[in-house]
């Protein structure tokens, strides 16, 4: 079964918070993990790949936990453009095939 | 610029009507993917290619139908069989194995 599970929300924070989103997956064999952002009635965009070793992009950090099957995501110093839907993404395949399992997303909204 | 193309925006489907959606890259990727979106679901993938002239199902193909002919182009229809059509579709392209970079999308709606 392939499934990726994350807390709908809606995450309402105001500006300047730290929130983290978490997500799970349930194929042992998964590969590849990213975070996607998706703005109301636009495409998902990628955010960040998610390594094992964890990574950082300024505000934005990701982390991935094989044993636990789990991901998450933190962003410090929240600001106004930060609201949309974040997509947790998980590739069973990591190549050959390419196509991605994505959960339903999580949307957070920071308000002034 | 360097991107992936949808058209239309926007489109309407009478009943026992096919639609073709059109999906075009300028990257030079191989792989190229149609995906549907429900409001408040994830994306679901319904074809993929990672070559011309060849594709392969994804989880929900009943109802529609694809082609790559050429590098840049993969079209999507959506025939009369499939009964629920309305839907978000997006298009996204990837050097196989890599990440997906995603069109804007095509908002199909039955009349």
């Known amino acids: 079964r392939k499934e990726v599970e994350q807390d709908p929300g809606p995450f309402n924070v105001p500006e300047g918070a730290t929130v983290a989103f978490n997500c799970t997956y349930s194929?042992?064999?998964?590969?590849?993990f990213f975070w996607y952002r998706q703005d109301c009635r636009k495409e998902p965009k990628l955010l960040m790949s998610v390594y094992s070793s964890g990574n950082e992009d300024g505000r934005f950090t990701a982390q991935l936990n094989r044993a636990s099957q789990y991901i998450s995501l933190l962003i410090r110093d929240s600001k106004l453009s930060d609201s949309a839907t974040y997509l947790c993404v998980v590739s069973l395949y990591g190549g050959s095939q390419g196509n991605l399992i994505f959960g339903k997303g999580t949307k957070l909204s920071v308000k002034p | 610029d360097g991107g992936i193309t949808q058209s239309p925006k926007y489109l309407f489907r009478k009943e026992g009507q096919n639609v073709t959606l059109s999906c075009e890259q300028n990257l030079n990727h191989d792989a190229m993917y149609w995906y549907r979106q429900d409001p408040g679901q994830g994306l679901r993938l319904i074809y993929y290619s990672q070559i011309v002239n060849d594709f392969q199902k994804g989880d929900i193909a009943e109802g529609y139908s694809v082609s790559r002919e050429k590098k840049e182009s993969f079209p999507l229809t959506v025939t009369s069989a499939q009964k629920n059509p309305t839907a978000f579709y997006l298009c996204?392209?990837?050097?196989?194995?890599?990440?997906?970079?995603f069109g804007a999308g095509t908002r199909l709606s039955v009349l």
């Open positions: 194929n042992s064999a998964s590969q590849s």
């Open positions: 996204a392209s990837s050097i196989v194995g890599d990440i997906q970079y």
